[in-house]
């Protein structure tokens, strides 16, 4: 096993650029994610509300049925 000071100084850039790396993909992720959320919002605001049940007379009264 080598543990010359020169290896653990490597070890250490190394480790040090894989979590800058990773932080910056879980940056981008979390982006992305907002983005979905944003874009999912806007979809389910878009759709349409079901026209209101009938209330009073015979048609509508007693089955509600949507094609």
């Known amino acids: 096993m ?3 000071p020169a ?3 490597n070890a250490t850039v190394q480790m040090k650029q894989a ?3 990773q932080q910056g ?3 981008v992720f979390k982006k992305s994610m907002d983005i979905a959320e944003s874009s999912i919002a ?3 605001q878009s759709v349409p509300q079901p026209p209101p ?3 009073s007379g015979n ?3 007693k089955l ?3 094609a």
């Open 19 to 21: 979590q800058t790396l």
């Open 59 to 61: 048609l509508g009264t």
């Open 2 to 4: 080598d543990i010359s």
């Open 42 to 44: 806007q979809l389910i």
């Open 25 to 27: 993909q879980i940056a």
């Open 7 to 9: 290896a653990m100084v």
């Open 64 to 66: 509600n049925v949507y």
């Open 53 to 55: 049940l009938a209330s």
